[in-house]
């Protein structure tokens, strides 16, 4: 992905890693949006989704708060 995104900026190999962690995340959620069907898209959502609701629930019962 990251050579398409520099072939889509018309940029030698390298200038992707070169910038700032901000201007990455910005230029990979550009590319996705653009690029990416939503079938695939919306994958990615729920499992993210899960992996916060499964982080939540770990925090929880490590905590008491539940049975588990």
């Known amino acids: 992905m990251i050579l398409q995104i520099e072939r889509r900026w018309n940029r030698d190999p390298g200038w992707f890693s070169s910038m700032a962690r901000e201007t990455q995340i910005e230029l990979i ?3 996705r949006m653009d690029f990416e069907d939503p079938k695939k898209r919306e994958t990615r959502n729920k499992s ?5 609701f499964d ?9 008491g708060s539940t049975d588990g």
Do not use: E, L
Request: charged share 45%; hydrophobic share 35%.
């Open 29 to 31: 959620a550009d590319y």
């Open 48 to 52: 993210a989704k899960r992996a916060r």
């Open 55 to 63: 982080k939540i629930r770990q925090r929880a019962i490590n905590r």
